[in-house]
């Protein structure tokens, strides 16, 4: 292992972090609600305990090892997390305890979108704003910024990116060297988060809920500065937005900059980048079915007295909960029973590879499909060699077994979970919805945690935290640092 590097990247990030702690601080000032000194605070804080580790190691400059990469990525989202959940702490208008604020900011920089918080509409400006920088900031993926815009780490920059970057397939590169790939994608991330709050903007919301509901779009975190989300503003043309950004943030983003790269400008050219990437085109036809399926089931129910209500909504549901955005335009608890489960299902799908989605990925569920019907095929010809494609090409035995693999995982790490959640006296539909929730990186529950998770017990909430972090980092990269062999050598 390589402990001075880590702690060498650590002090940087952790400083770096800091000074973005300037921006909810300002808010704070514009809006006068007092809570920039409670910023300031937990800014010096995280940059003295950033400096701290920096310092002694400032000078090292040795290549990281592949396995090194694991543990600095874990060591990112469990430490930033720690400091991230001070303002929350030291804040006088939300009065919670540090296991409470420890589940917010993870839940931020996870961009799950559970909370624990309740009259957001009532809530100091500033912490509303720091929320939704939180998610903006985790959803490309701190350690894949740092890769980009701090070259002078000294460190290899592949090893960071590949054990961040959702998705089984990390070795693919936008640009020949890894720093440009990381700054590409995240050029993408901001050029795609400004527009949607200018399109935020134009469908009526204010300045400030345009940009904060952007950052959580984009993101696909779920924050919103309103209790009721978006069906606060119970516009179609927010809802609208927000949908097509939805979907565009759960798309991979190396589609985007391939598009972008191709000079194209003719709308119907960039649609078709699009709609020749076999994961993409799946991606959209599950999204696509499940609004579908879920606006006919609110249609013959009769849940609202207008059909056209009823595809709005069970669209746009089927759209946050399929990306695991999380946001809710009506209380889908209430809906059919059907419905609620089918959507907390529908999220283990999750967005393409490369996007900010949760979930298991799109490509997985497609490649376990895949090799589900080979397997089938060998029994009627046990003999035959039947290759598993994607997109017309033969997918290497490495990748598969790495998808059974995490397929394995993901099962082992919901049910223990799972028993454990049970174990805290919740019911099954809490444990079950919350647990999936927030191992999927969606949010909103069903339950007792339809509305937040106040309720949940300190342990049961420690115990989601640490699901959160399983879901963000895809299993094996927090995972690989219980086995043994990890530390050997």
């Known amino acids: 292992m390589n402990p001075y590097g880590a702690f060498r990247i650590l002090g940087?990030?952790?400083?770096?972090?800091?000074?973005?702690?300037?921006?909810?601080?300002?808010?704070?000032?514009?809006?006068?609600?007092?809570?920039?000194?409670?910023?300031?605070?937990?800014?010096?804080?995280?940059?003295?305990?950033?400096?701290v580790m920096w310092w002694p190691v400032r000078k090292f400059r040795d290549e990281l090892r592949f396995r090194d990469g694991f543990l600095v990525a874990v060591l990112v989202w469990v430490i930033l997390s720690a400091f991230a959940a001070i303002p929350f702490m030291l804040s006088d208008s939300l009065a919670i305890d540090g296991v409470d604020a420890l589940f917010e900011a993870t839940s931020g920089l996870t961009t799950t979108g559970s909370t624990v918080l309740a009259g957001l509409d009532g809530l100091p400006r500033s912490i509303l704003y720091y929320r939704q920088q939180l998610q903006w900031l985790g959803g490309m993926g701190l350690v894949v910024l740092a890769v980009a815009i701090l070259p002078a780490l000294g460190v290899g920059g592949m090893q960071l990116y590949r054990a961040e970057t959702p998705g089984p397939m990390k070795?693919?590169?936008?640009?020949?060297?890894?720093?440009?790939?990381?700054?590409?994608?995240?050029?993408?991330?901001?050029?795609?988060?400004?527009?949607?709050?200018?399109?935020?903007?134009?469908?009526?919301?204010?300045?400030?809920?345009?940009?904060?509901?952007?950052?959580s779009t984009i993101a696909i975190g779920g924050f919103s500065t309103h209790d009721a989300?978006?069906?606060?503003?119970?516009?179609?043309?927010?809802?609208?937005?927000?949908?097509?950004?939805?979907?565009?943030?759960?798309?991979?983003?190396?589609?985007?900059?391939?598009?972008?790269?191709?000079?194209?400008?003719?709308?119907?050219?960039?649609?078709?980048?699009?709609?020749?990437?076999?994961?993409?085109?799946?991606?959209?036809?599950?999204?696509?079915?499940?609004?579908?399926?879920?606006?006919?089931?609110?249609?013959?129910?009769?849940?609202?007295?207008?059909?056209?209500?009823?595809?709005?909504?069970?669209?746009?549901?089927?759209?946050?909960?399929?990306?695991?955005?999380?946001?809710?335009?009506?209380?889908?608890?209430?809906?059919?029973?059907?419905?609620?489960?089918?959507?907390?299902?529908?999220?283990?799908?999750?967005?393409?590879?490369?996007?900010?989605?949760?979930?298991?990925?799109?490509?997985?569920?497609?490649?376990?499909?895949?090799?589900?019907?080979?397997?089938?095929?060998?029994?009627?010809?046990?003999?035959?060699?039947?290759?598993?494609?994607?997109g017309g090409k033969p997918v290497s035995e490495d990748i598969n077994n790495a998808?059974?693999?995490?397929?394995?995982?993901?099962?082992?790490?919901?049910?223990?979970?799972?028993?454990?959640m049970l174990a805290t006296g919740v019911d099954m539909v809490t444990a079950f919805s919350s647990v999936i929730a927030c191992l999927n990186n969606l949010g909103p529950g069903l339950g007792d945690v339809v509305d937040n998770y106040a309720g949940v017990s300190d342990i049961g909430k420690m115990m989601l935290t640490f699901a959160m972090l399983l879901g963000r980092l895809e299993l094996y990269t927090l995972l690989v640092l219980f086995a043994p062999v990890f530390w050997r050598g």
């Open 403 to 420: 998808v059974w693999g995490f397929l394995s995982l993901y099962i082992f790490s919901f049910t223990v979970l799972l028993l454990a």
């Open 171 to 215: 070795d693919s590169k936008l640009t020949p060297r890894i720093r440009e790939t990381a700054k590409a994608m995240w050029y993408i991330y901001l050029s795609l988060t400004v527009i949607c709050a200018a399109a935020y903007f134009a469908a009526g919301m204010t300045v400030f809920d345009a940009v904060c509901h952007a950052f």
């Open 229 to 390: 989300s978006l069906g606060y503003f119970d516009s179609r043309a927010v809802y609208l937005v927000a949908c097509i950004f939805m979907i565009l943030a759960g798309l991979n983003f190396v589609l985007h900059y391939v598009a972008v790269r191709s000079g194209r400008l003719a709308v119907v050219k960039w649609v078709f980048v699009y709609l020749r990437d076999h994961e993409a085109r799946t991606y959209l036809s599950i999204i696509a079915a499940a609004g579908i399926v879920t606006a006919l089931v609110l249609v013959a129910n009769e849940t609202y007295p207008s059909v056209s209500d009823s595809i709005v909504h069970g669209f746009v549901q089927a759209v946050s909960i399929g990306t695991t955005t999380g946001f809710t335009t009506q209380d889908f608890s209430l809906w059919p029973t059907f419905i609620p489960l089918f959507l907390i299902i529908l999220s283990t799908s999750g967005g393409c590879a490369g996007s900010t989605g949760g979930g298991m990925k799109t490509v997985r569920i497609m490649l376990l499909f895949k090799q589900g019907v080979r397997e089938i095929s060998k029994l009627v010809h046990p003999h035959a060699i039947v290759p598993t494609k994607l």
């Open 12 to 51: 940087i990030l952790l400083a770096c972090f800091a000074l973005t702690l300037l921006v909810p601080a300002g808010v704070s000032l514009i809006y006068q609600d007092g809570e920039h000194w409670n910023f300031a605070v937990a800014l010096a804080l995280t940059l003295g305990s950033g400096l």
